[in-house]
């Protein structure tokens, strides 16, 4: 079994900076992306930032020069440092993983429980 568990979120004011984490553990042979998703009440699940093994990064536009993922290939973990929080930002978020659990797997997505990030004064 595969858990996913992010930690980091909380209320923050415009303009303040959050970090998130996620570890991912269980049974993992490969994890090709990680990544992180939100999803704001009433809208859509959106990507906000993914990274690959091998460190190719990938921002949606609107959190570009703001947000900054890292991430720990021996640790199976990957963060996201956030600076610059909009009101905007507001959401629950989700950290992803497309893994292989054995050498014979497909790849399948895996996802945390989301952590809610909060911007407000």
């Known amino acids: 079994q595969v858990q996913l568990v992010e930690s980091g979120g909380g209320l923050v004011q415009p303009g303040g900076s959050l970090r998130l984490s996620c570890a991912a553990s269980g049974m993992i042979f490969s994890i090709n992306t990680m990544g992180w998703y939100r999803q704001a009440p009433g809208k859509a699940r959106e990507l906000v930032a993914s990274i690959t093994s091998a460190g190719r990064i990938n921002y949606v536009d609107s959190v570009k020069g703001r947000f900054t993922i890292s991430r720990d290939n021996a640790k199976n973990t990957v963060s996201l440092q956030m600076n610059g929080l909009k009101p905007e930002d507001t959401a629950v978020y989700y950290c992803?993983?497309?893994?292989?659990?054995?050498?014979?797997?497909?790849?399948?997505?895996?996802w945390g429980k989301g952590t809610l990030v909060t911007v407000s004064s």
């Open positions: 992803n993983a497309f893994m292989r659990q054995y050498i014979s797997s497909v790849g399948t997505d895996y």
